[in-house]
């Protein structure tokens, strides 16, 4: 009968199965690379749009998020004036601002 049918032989558990700190080493890993990979850009944006919103400052030509452009007629901690036009005033919160027009109209200097 040994002829058809392998002999099957018990193991030893422990050898089997590896030890209890190598088994989550896959999932450290896939969280190192997650915070490399994501987290980490994530935090370094939130961080410089922070300090640009800190800078800003009454006079300074911005965008919003929703694309408008205007110059900052005046400002709160958390409402911004924006003026779009002449005598045309919008408020908006700080937290909406995009960023400062200038670097809308930056010219690429690799693309010549």
Do not use: C, H, W
């Not at 915070?35 to 030509?61: H, T, V």
């Not at 005033?89 to 010549?112: D, H, I, P, Y």
Request: no cysteine.
């Amino acid at each position: 009968m040994s002829l058809l049918f392998s002999n099957a032989y018990a193991q030893n558990a422990a050898a089997a199965a590896p030890g209890g700190l190598a088994s989550f080493m896959p999932f450290v890993l896939i969280f190192i690379v997650m915070y490399f990979l994501m987290i980490r850009p994530q935090k370094k944006k939130l961080e410089q749009e922070q300090s640009m919103l800190k800078a800003l400052k009454k006079g300074d030509e911005i965008y919003t998020k929703s694309g408008v452009l205007g110059k900052i007629a005046g400002m709160t901690d958390r409402v911004i004036t924006l003026e779009i036009a002449d005598n045309v005033k919008v408020k908006l919160l700080r937290s909406q601002v995009g960023g400062l027009a200038s670097s809308v109209f930056e010219v690429n200097k690799n693309t010549k």
